[in-house]
């Protein structure tokens, strides 16, 4: 009779990891995670500030180009897998002059911050977001989101997940067409 309880909790526990894995492998993956977002279709909420470098800096200046708004951390593990492919999408496009990337600091310390970018390279505008006001204007609860702006100052894309340099292109020639 001592027995019986312990069969039960272990088919219980049995059903429940079943579900649990059934779940996990039909989500979405990690990566390339496309969201919805109320600012979608509407004009870029301000980004001004300072600079990791010092400098001022304002959305406003980059109208007219595809600007590539990501949100991050030195401490966010995604952060770090996705730089390389940050850093592959603005050299690409340093060239033409098309499109360009901004970082916005999200609740991390300005020395980390500087040495995540000594560290990995990357020399885009990386504006600090001290009181966290870009992050509440943007809705960005936590790293790493990014945002696409169009070059009339209309935001079109969110992806809230790890981006990759493959993902980025393309959904740029997708919207660059029209489709």
Do not use: Y
């Not at 966290?132 to 790493?144: D, E, F, I, Q, T």
């Amino acid at each position: 009779m001592t027995k019986r309880p312990a069969l039960v909790a272990s088919i219980v526990i049995a059903v429940v990891l079943a579900l649990l894995v059934a779940v996990l492998a039909t989500r979405d993956p990690a990566v390339n995670r496309v969201t919805k977002s109320p600012l979608l279709g509407r004009s870029a909420p301000a980004i001004e500030g300072t600079t990791i470098a010092g400098a001022k800096f304002s959305l406003a200046d980059l109208e007219g180009q595809w600007v590539l708004v990501n949100f991050l951390a030195s401490w966010c593990t995604p952060c770090k897998r996705e730089h390389d492919d940050l850093l592959q999408f603005a050299n690409v496009h340093a060239a033409t002059k098309d499109a360009s990337v901004v970082s916005v600091v999200f609740d991390d310390d300005a020395d980390d911050v500087r040495a995540f970018f000594a560290e990995r390279g990357g020399d885009w505008p990386v504006v600090l977001d001290d009181q966290g006001a870009a992050a509440v204007a943007w809705g960005v609860p936590k790293v790493p989101e990014t945002f696409l702006i169009a070059p009339n100052g209309e935001v079109v894309l969110k992806v809230s997940s790890e981006i990759t340099f493959e993902f980025l292109q393309e959904q740029l020639e997708l919207l660059r067409s029209g489709a």
